[in-house]
């Protein structure tokens, strides 16, 4: 595919600096970096953003990540390799990404809340939304796929 935008001209931008400000304040929230990239492979998935899949899953590998865990993401429902705190996370980030068909119902809510604080949920919607916000300007200006280069240290 042909790259429609080169975004990466317009990152002195106001716009662009204002969602690298937002992604930079889910960064340091206080969850886990692991679990973020789970959520951000995932919802770029859903997504068929086939940038983000290839830099999310570059950063998690980067992070330790197994590759077994990250080739399951799409049937995470049926393995055992996540924990519960995982498996909510990763529940939420499908529903609120899909959230013109799912409205997040009660019940994902509460699953999601036994796991963490309320200001970890709202911290967990914003890496969400952030990277939701990341999946359509990349399927919008079809941003090149394959050359990324993961800039983070292994844990």
């Not at 990152?11 to 206080?30: D, F, K």
Request: a negative charge; aromatic letters at 10%.
């Amino acid at each position: 595919m042909e790259t429609r935008v080169d975004s990466a001209k317009y990152r002195s931008g106001a716009l662009y600096t204002a969602m690298l400000q937002l992604q930079q304040a889910v960064e340091t929230s206080g969850l886990e970096h692991s679990l973020l990239e789970l959520v951000k492979i995932r919802a770029s998935q859903i997504n068929g953003c086939a940038y983000c899949i290839d830099m999310h899953t570059k950063d998690a590998r980067a992070l330790g990540e197994t590759e077994q865990r990250i080739y399951a993401l799409n049937a995470w429902q049926e393995t055992p390799f996540y924990t519960e705190r995982e498996r909510a996370a990763l529940e939420w980030s499908e529903t609120v990404t899909r959230i013109s068909e799912t409205r997040v119902p009660d019940d994902v809510y509460e699953r999601v809340r036994a796991q963490f604080s309320e200001e970890e949920m709202v911290a967990l919607t914003f890496a969400v939304a952030v990277i939701n916000n990341w999946n359509r300007l990349a399927v919008s200006f079809r941003a090149p796929v394959g050359t990324y280069q993961s800039q983070r240290a292994a844990v």
